[in-house]
């Protein structure tokens, strides 16, 4: 079993900046980054859950929905099985709760992030956009 944990949500003002923090553990055999695809969604109140940006651990390549990009950038640290979500220009429409994913690496991070493709999920943290 797979536990993704994670952290650096919060409260910004827009314009603002957040990183935030998914750390992976488990799995059989002791987890590796480079063996699954890990994505950030979010879902806002009363909204459906939507994917943010997904990563390859074992190639790096990357999605971002339209509404992030210019401003999320995704990256991986394969040594700490840890991946980030750096979260510039934060507008109001940001706000939701974002959530970490873990799929084993079988196909592209672009069908992970819209279809979704997703075996684990993190708890989740709060990110509010507000002045």
């Known amino acids: 079993q797979v536990q993704l944990v994670e952290s650096g949500g919060g409260f910004v003002q827009p314009g603002g900046s957040l990183r935030l923090s998914c750390a992976a553990s488990?799995?059989?055999?002791?987890?590796?980054?480079?063996?699954?695809?890990i994505g950030w969604f979010r879902q806002a109140p009363g909204k459906e859950r939507e994917g943010v940006s997904c990563?390859?651990?074992?190639?790096?390549?990357?999605y971002y929905a339209d509404s992030v990009k210019g401003r999320f950038t995704i990256s991986g640290d394969n040594a700490k099985n840890t991946v980030y979500l750096q979260m510039n220009s934060l507008k109001p429409e940001d706000t939701a709760v974002y959530y970490c994913a873990a799929v084993p690496r079988f196909a592209t991070v672009q069908a992970m992030c819209v279809i979704p493709l997703v075996d684990y999920w993190g708890q989740g943290t709060q990110v509010t956009v507000s002045s």
């Open positions: 488990g799995g059989g055999g002791g987890f590796t980054l480079d063996r699954y695809d």
């Open positions: 990563i390859s651990g074992s190639d790096s390549n990357t």
